[in-house]
């Protein structure tokens, strides 16, 4: 059974910083790009950053660029998302995804198969 499981999302203070986690089981993570995505309340799922199989390409939305970075350790079955210089307006339930698809990677169109739970993140002094 596939599951991805995130934590690390706390109430952060504007200009804070965060590490959350993805935890990733029943199905080989080193195969497949991953996506992190967001939902702010009241809005649609946004797309934040990807990262393919073996991590050495990235890509990111502008409103994130050069203050998140998103990596992944293959040997323990983990993705992250590294946020600094956090603003109100990344206050969102973050999860996520398994990449089925990629339709178009630097504009951020995926299609995924499954995705996590998410983990709420609070940017608020």
């Known amino acids: 059974e596939v599951q991805l499981v995130e934590s690390g999302g706390v109430l952060v203070q504007p200009g804070g910083s965060l590490r959350l986690s993805c935890a990733a089981s029943g199905f080989t993570f080193s195969s497949y790009a991953m996506s992190w995505l967001r939902q702010a309340p009241g809005k649609g799922p946004q797309w934040v950053s990807a990262i393919n199989s073996g991590g050495g390409t990235t890509y990111y939305a502008d409103s994130v660029k050069g203050r998140f970075t998103i990596s992944r350790d293959n040997a323990k079955n983990t993705l992250y998302l590294h946020m600094n210089s956090l603003k109100p307006e990344d206050t969102a339930l973050y999860y996520c995804?398994?990449?089925?698809?990629?339709?178009?990677?630097?504009?951020?169109?995926?299609?995924?198969?499954?995705w996590g739970q998410g983990t709420q993140v609070t940017v608020s002094s």
């Open positions: 995804g398994r990449v089925r698809t990629v339709v178009a990677a630097a504009e951020g169109l995926y299609e995924y198969d499954y």
